[in-house]
């Protein structure tokens, strides 16, 4: 496109010849009030808040619609154009309601800008309040239309931008309106994408309190999933991959913040889905079971290539004590910064508790060689059967240490007698023995004492050994474990005992044959001295018979201070600087993230664990500390249109295994989404993100620092 020379206010400017006057107006600096116009959306002149002088031409024009022309000579603040400008403002507030400092817009309100730069306006007309009810059956966004100025933005943007055309213009009772094309925002097939929220001025088209968060930024907020996510991975775009039918594109995506999605598709505890905003108009999209299809059905691995692309070696040697989720995913990135990364994994294989701490049919071993293999591939070198017993010593021959243990100690109650019994076992070492093919001795019948999901993790695999399995907890209903692991298991045949304490190992010959119980109404942890406090039920006590006994009481790291770093009274390592278990400790260059430092928590956590570490490491290594990456190319086209009833669509659930056939094998539960589930599934997606594109508001005092911050320059 030609330039063109045009004048403004005294000052010459050069502009596209495509440009409007307001364009280049606003380009350079120069404010000309405006409500209608809207720099994603078409201009329709409607406001005439924009209108100016142009030299040789009678009357003013509106500078939203005219477009530059050499020679052009424009006066922004001429006095017919200011009387017009004012005018239209005062007929503005005909129907606006007269308290500002009510509105929850007050203060961020493009109308209330404006009227202060164009003057007092509009104060005896704005005695005439105009009342009318709000509608609030739109569970995310709320209609105050009596507020609303008719600058016809929503409508533009949700026909314009999106496609959709929910929101028109219409004559109520002789009064020209906004309304939704149909009896209901549902009706009108509206995609419920924010779109017009984003570009209302006034405070008439809102999202509703309690949609998203506010204490955190914005940009975040808006986009509530990716929020939850401890790894902030991109949901909506690699949701709206998946719907493309683009799967390898939708793994690149998640790779560029994960190097386990297959695993993470198996077992994460999808904290996105909680917060997910499709839950306000049905549920929240199946967002772990959309990863798991992606990774499941990635045939072209698009991604490979530059996954595996790493920077000019630096010299510096990195040694990773442990080989789960967390060190390999330390070890990955700190690989890609340039630096030689070695893992020391003290089992035989890699993977940590996705290979040893999880249950062959919740996450198979494959599964998570394969993702190990591509990390490998990349050049981090993993050496297994490989403990280490020092930390400060292995620091002596590598420039940074970084220790990612977990927690690798099953815990047992110590207030139980004969715990020390060879058929008294922790949760961690029968999934252990399990996993790795070791003999233990179970015996046919076993107390599980434990509610919690890896209370159920043990019983799934218990009862796939064809035991008889009894899980004995104080929380009514298991209510500590998640409701599809508990469900899981107790249709497989396990036997609950929930509300029961327990007293005593019952033991004879060295040999276990029960566990004494008894039942109570309820109980808590003293605030203080954390004991427990039960309400028990009088002569309530009995012995459950069983061969042995598995604790699924928690795990600990299993440290001592011979490991060469200091330690809290719990074991697990600290920063003698601040007394605090973090990412640094008392030797200089030896690091620690993971379950190793915040207790036992979730697959992801230790992930974005290993994210976090893996750039303080970096830095600590002279390097600048980023290892965002971009594996893929995407598109994020704003014009997505309609979806028959889309608000009407149910979650899609995975099929799952009759309880009889999976208790017999080790498969995985679910087969996974279909093609048509897992592209139906995605098509539910809000696409949150795409808020993102359009332009934020702009007030007129942004512009008048912005032109003094250029004159004093």
Known sequence: ??????????????????????????????????????????????????VVKQEGVDGVITSCSTKVQEGMVINTKDDLAEKVRKLSCDFMFKTHPSECTGCPKYGRCLLASISQYVGDTGRALRELKLRVTADETNPLMLHEMYRCILCGR????????????????AKVDGRMRVVIDGDSLADADCRFCGACVEVCPTGSIRDKVGVFRDDIPREQALIPCSAECPAHISIPEYIRAIYDGEYSTSVGIIREKVPFPHALGLVCNNRCENNCKHKH??????????????????????????YLKVAPRTGKKVAVIGGGACGLTAGYYLNKKGHDVTVFESKKIPGGHMTSGMPEYRIPTQAVLDEVKVIEDSGVKIVCNSPITNAAELKKDYDAVLVAIGTSVGKKLGYLNKDNLPQVF??????????????????????????GNVAFDAAGTLLRMKKTVNVVCLEKDASQASPEERDTALEEGANLFDSHSNEAIVGENGHVTGLQVHK????????????LVEDAIPDSTY???????????GQVTGLTEDFGIELNKFGYPIDPKTGKSEYTTSVEGV?????????????????AGGREVAELMDKYLGGDGVIDEQLVERKADPYIGTIDQFAEIAR????????????????????????EQGNCEASRCLQCDLRLQIAGPKFWNDYVKAEDEEVNA
């Not at 929503?154 to 213009?169: D, I, M, N, T």
């Not at 990863?291 to 698009?302: L, Q």
């Not at 790795?436 to 509610?451: A, F, R, S, Y």
Request: aromatic share 8%; net charge negative; with cysteine.
């Open 1 to 50: 496109m030609a330039e063109v020379k045009l004048t403004i206010d005294g000052r010459q400017i050069v502009a596209d010849e495509s440009k409007t006057v307001l364009e280049a107006a606003l380009e350079n600096g120069i404010y000309i009030p405006h409500l209608c116009y809207h720099e994603d959306l078409h201009p329709n002149g409607g406001c005439r808040l924009c």
């Open 154 to 169: 929503c409508v533009r943007a949700c026909g314009e931008l999106r496609g959709v055309g929910a929101l028109k213009f």
């Open 281 to 306: 108009l049905n549920s929240s999209l199946s967002i772990r079971n959309l990863k798991r299809f992606a990774a499941e059905h990635d045939e072209d691995k698009i991604w490979l290539d530059n």
């Open 426 to 451: 922790s949760a961690l070492e029968l999934l252990q023995a399990q996993r790795l093919n070791q003999e233990i001795d179970l015996g046919d019948t076993v107390c599980i004492i434990g509610g």
């Open 520 to 531: 109570i109404n309820s109980f808590y942890f003293h605030p203080e001295t954390r004991a």
């Open 543 to 553: 012995i459950i018979p069983c061969d042995s006994i598995v604790f699924a009481a």
């Open 591 to 607: 690091f620690a993230a993971g379950d190793v430092i915040t207790g036992t928590r979730f697959l992801i956590d230790a992930i």
């Open 652 to 675: 899609h659930e995975m099929d799952v295994r009759p309880a009889e056939e999976r208790r017999e094998d080790f498969a995985p539960v679910s087969t996974g989404f279909t093609c």
